[in-house]
């Protein structure tokens, strides 16, 4: 991955992490366990807002994910079966993806980032080469809370942010620090960056917590779910070395993902 692209992710994941403010570890410690959580409100309200005071959200969540995602590789692939003696096999369209995210509820409004890495992907090539592609992502996203209660929460989620692609054609196995010096051209990078768009569903229930004193609400270790989709619009199109390609194919970061999250919150 490129510089844009880890500035992609450290800039939404900081703002994220400033707006969730610390969250303690204290919260996060199970008092009592719950596999299932119980849909059993007691009388109280089945959805109700999650309180806002001020700018700080008291229902807060931050977790780790993993999964995968299609990308919509086509328009690369086309080329590649333009000169199949150099590129005998198409890059393969499924990614694994590592990420993070996090979120406040403001009411009944989320709002937080999330970020991920598509972790590389690589065919062999003639000539000892191989060709790779690699990428990441990163929005601020805006969701809206439509059930709440016992520490269940499912939201239908809208992302903005960036991404960055990468593909790689180089030389297979090692090399020397000499070698790669005296034999500069052994690959060539090019890199597509974009705005990005998406739209997703997240689901996420405490699995070992607490009662908290917010109506409806517990604190503690959570799993989740989401499943989305992400459309990219590039920017310049594709570039080697900071400067434009010519005769490039058009591309973006599009296609679906699903990913299985673990992590600590209120809600």
Known sequence: MDRLTYRILGRVLGLTTFLIGVFSAGRALAEEPLLTPSLDTQGKPLN?????????PKLVG?????????????PVNDRLQEQRALYPTDLPIVFPILGGQGFGLFKRFLIGGSGAGLLSRSVDAANNREIRASGAWGTFDFGYQLLRVNGFLIAPVLSLGGYGMNVTVATKGEVGFDEALQNPTRGVSLTNNGFLTGISLVAKTIIIGKRTQVAGARSGWALGLRIGGLYGFPIRG??????????????GLRGGYLALSLGAGSW
């Open 48 to 56: 109700p807002p999650a309180p806002a005071t001020g700018v700080t």
């Open 62 to 74: 931050l977790s780790a994910f993993g999964g995968v995602m299609i990308v919509d590789m086509g």
């Open 238 to 251: 594709w570039r080697s070395n900071g400067e434009a390609v010519t005769g490039d194919p058009p591309f």
